[in-house]
T-cell receptor, first 111, second 115 residues
């Protein structure tokens, strides 16, 4: 069964303190891995899509990487406005088109 | 392009009532998925519609149903509301291309409160 596990559940960083969020996945063939940012009470906002191991994508202070078993979301010199919940999802090639979501990492960046 | 829109944004209902939520996908997107999000359970998949057909279904009781119209707009209905149905209901649309993982884009959600 396809599965996604995110760690840590929560993370507190000082402004400027770089760190990484982890997304481990088990899927029978990867169709795509997705990262989202979600602010409280709002819908998830799309960040990145990764398709194959070795792929990397960057956007401002965020960089997403992908291996055959996990993905990392690296946050460089975070700012308080980066505080949010970061969600990871995968879509496998099992014949259905379900997206499987992790439970997210709640990030708090302190000024 | 306009994003995914959901109406209404907020709803308050009482137990036993029914509710209908609406979702308009991004223009050109043919797949619409619905999710329930609660603090304790995270994002739970309800169902997905593609070309007016339910293509996938999550593990929710039959009180939860949906449909998709020819213009790809979708509605979900919850009958006989229970207190535990209080949640943020999210709609997401994607182009649903045949070969690669399509990115889903989410709407702002409908906050349902059941009293």
């Amino acid at each position: 069964e396809d599965q996604v596990t995110q760690s840590p559940e929560a993370l507190r960083l000082q402004e400027g303190e770089s760190s990484s969020l982890n997304c481990s996945y088990t899927v029978s063939g990867l169709r795509g891995l997705f990262w989202y940012r979600q602010d409280p009470g709002k819908g998830p906002e799309f960040l990145f899509t990764l398709y194959s191991a070795g792929e990397e994508k960057e956007k401002e202070r965020l960089k997403a990487t992908l291996t055959k078993k996990e993905s990392f979301l690296h946050i460089t010199a975070p700012k308080p406005e980066d505080s949010a919940t970061y969600l990871c999802a995968v879509q496998g090639t099992s014949g259905t088109y379900k997206y499987i979501f992790g439970t997210g990492t709640r990030l708090k960046v302190l000024a | 392009k306009a994003g995914v829109t959901q109406t209404p944004r907020y709803l308050i209902k009482t137990r036993g009532q029914q509710v209908t939520l609406s979702c308009s996908p991004i223009s050109g997107h043919r797949s619409v998925s619905w999710y329930q999000q609660t603090p304790g359970q995270g994002l739970q998949f309800l169902f997905e519609y593609f070309s007016e057909t339910q293509r996938n279904k999550g593990n929710f009781p039959g009180r939860f149903s949906g449909r998709q119209f020819s213009n790809s707009r979708s509605e979900m209905n919850v009958s006989t509301l229970e207190l535990g149905d209080s949640a943020l209901y999210l709609c997401a649309s994607s182009p649903s291309g045949p070969n690669r993982g399509d990115t889903q884009y989410f709407g702002p959600g409908t906050r349902l409160t059941v009293l």
